[in-house]
């Protein structure tokens, strides 16, 4: 299973650079993973277009069916923890953190250490898990 943040799912409701690339890979990424804060993240981004002029109503609508049956939400609760494990040793960001312990959620039979994850010269998820992170 593969972890996708929020830039990567925006990019398949909405119109922007790398929108076609980031359909490819996801395409060939097999099952999506995400904690369930993308739910948040993407919804606002969504209702900003809205407002913005830059999306319409239909195209809102597709995404907000379309994504929660698209996605495995890993449940907070399951990443708060080890989240602040990573975030609070590190320069990255808890929003970040959360999306690197759902990559190591379940499936992963040695989770991600705080210097695991700062010394990966690529972040979030470099070898960490059977996830592999997309974006």
Same mark, same amino acid.
């Given at each position: 299973?593969?972890?996708? !943040?929020?830039?990567?799912?925006?990019?398949?409701?909405? @119109?922007?650079?790398?929108? !076609?690339? +980031?359909q490819e890979v996801? !395409?060939?990424?097999?099952?999506? %993973? +995400?904690? !369930?804060? *993308?739910l948040g993240e993407? $919804?606002?981004?969504?209702?900003?277009?809205?407002? $913005? $002029?830059?999306? #319409?109503? /239909?195209?809102?609508?597709? %995404?907000? *069916? #379309?994504?929660?049956? /698209?996605?495995?939400?890993?449940?907070?609760?399951?990443?708060f923890d080890q +989240?602040?494990?990573?975030?609070? =040793? @590190? #320069?990255?960001?808890?929003?970040?953190?959360?999306?690197?312990?759902?990559?190591?959620? /379940?499936?992963? &039979?040695?989770?991600? @250490?705080? $210097?695991?994850? %700062?010394?990966? =010269?690529?972040? =979030?998820?470099?070898?960490? &898990? =059977?996830? &592999?992170? *997309?974006?």
């Amino acid at each position: 299973m593969n972890v996708v !943040d929020a830039n990567i799912v925006l990019k398949l409701y909405l @119109t922007e650079p790398d929108s !076609d690339a +980031a359909q490819e890979v996801v !395409d060939r990424a097999g099952p999506l %993973a +995400a904690p !369930d804060h *993308i739910l948040g993240e993407v $919804g606002e981004v969504l209702v900003r277009r809205l407002h $913005g $002029g830059a999306i #319409d109503r /239909r195209q809102l609508d597709a %995404a907000r *069916i #379309d994504l929660p049956r /698209r996605l495995f939400l890993v449940p907070l609760e399951e990443l708060f923890d080890q +989240a602040f494990e990573l975030a609070l =040793p @590190t #320069d990255v960001s808890f929003y970040d953190a959360l999306y690197v312990a759902a990559s190591a959620s /379940r499936l992963c &039979s040695s989770p991600p @250490t705080a $210097g695991s994850f %700062a010394s990966s =010269p690529v972040r =979030p998820g470099r070898g960490m &898990s =059977p996830f &592999s992170m *997309i974006g």
